[in-house]
């Protein structure tokens, strides 16, 4: 998930990829070794620099995609058109290259265990990436907190980590939704329409049980599932949000 980078105070670090894995036709994880990395929280993200041979510079933030848990640093990246870093990362980046990196940043958007919920993600399209964390984190520290995810896609083929998290919601570690906007296979079950208020009300838990709301995703998803989520009751104190896009 790429943002505008933010500013900070926070050292950069040279890592080594370990590994790059295709999530979708335009997205990629890529696994990172950083041996000075001093942990993050579920939900944090990083900023990424590339410099060029003539100097200039080009900067993003980057959610995390890994839990604190796992033994490697992952970032998921979905390649934007016309991007200034975007585009290397997902198409020119092989094992054995190293990246220029800060972080971990953020406060706000995470969630740890102790925290509990209930606990409702609800992602549109690259947004899953920090929920994924969430995702994670929950299932290695053995969390009972009842979790609800709702991955909007416009097709079948751009749900990133589509085979984790089939995997999850086979086991019944969670429950995860999908619904996909544009096209969908031939027997699918699974939602068909754009996250609103009507499909919020049947996925989320009633206000009564104060669930604990992030979403992430492009501008418009965001702000139209939070302002059902308060319409519909919930309080605003616990629906987070992150929005994304190019910058």
């Known amino acids: 998930m790429e943002r505008t980078a933010v500013r900070g105070r926070l050292t950069w670090q040279v890592g080594t990829l370990v590994e790059v894995v295709e999530e979708t036709p335009r997205t990629r994880s890529i696994v990172l070794d950083l041996p000075d990395w001093p942990g993050h929280r579920a939900g944090q993200h990083v900023d990424v620099?590339?410099?060029?041979?003539?100097?200039?510079?080009?900067?993003?933030?980057?959610?995390?995609?890994?839990?604190?848990?796992?033994?490697?640093l992952v970032l998921t990246v979905e390649e934007i058109e016309n991007g200034e870093v975007s585009p290397y990362l997902v198409e020119e980046l092989?094992?054995?290259?190293?990246?220029?990196?800060?972080?971990?940043?953020?406060?706000?958007?995470?969630?740890?265990?102790p925290v509990g919920g209930p606990l409702l993600l609800l992602a549109g399209g690259s947004g899953v990436v920090p929920l994924r964390a969430m995702?994670?984190?929950?299932?290695?520290?053995?969390?009972?907190t009842p979790l609800r995810l709702l991955y909007s896609a416009r097709s079948l083929e751009e749900v990133i980590y589509r085979d984790e998290l089939a995997h999850a919601a086979a086991d019944d570690e969670v429950d995860v939704r999908f619904t996909l906007t544009r096209s969908q296979p031939a027997g699918w079950n699974g939602y068909a329409r754009r996250v609103d208020r009507a499909l919020i009300e049947e996925v989320?838990?009633?206000?009564?049980?104060?669930?604990?709301?992030?979403?992430?995703?492009?501008?418009?998803?965001?702000?139209?599932?939070?302002?059902?989520?308060?319409?519909?009751?919930?309080?605003?104190?616990?629906?987070?949000t992150e929005r994304f896009g190019p910058s």
């Open 49 to 72: 620099r590339l410099t060029a041979e003539d100097g200039y510079q080009a900067q993003r933030s980057y959610s995390i995609a890994s839990a604190p848990e796992d033994p490697a």
């Open 94 to 113: 092989r094992a054995g290259d190293t990246l220029e990196l800060r972080g971990p940043i953020g406060g706000y958007f995470v969630w740890e265990a």
């Open 135 to 144: 995702l994670r984190h929950h299932r290695a520290s053995e969390s009972d």
């Open 204 to 240: 989320a838990w009633p206000p009564r049980e104060r669930p604990l709301a992030f979403i992430c995703g492009p501008n418009g998803f965001v702000e139209a599932a939070a302002a059902a989520l308060v319409a519909l009751g919930h309080d605003p104190a616990r629906v987070k």
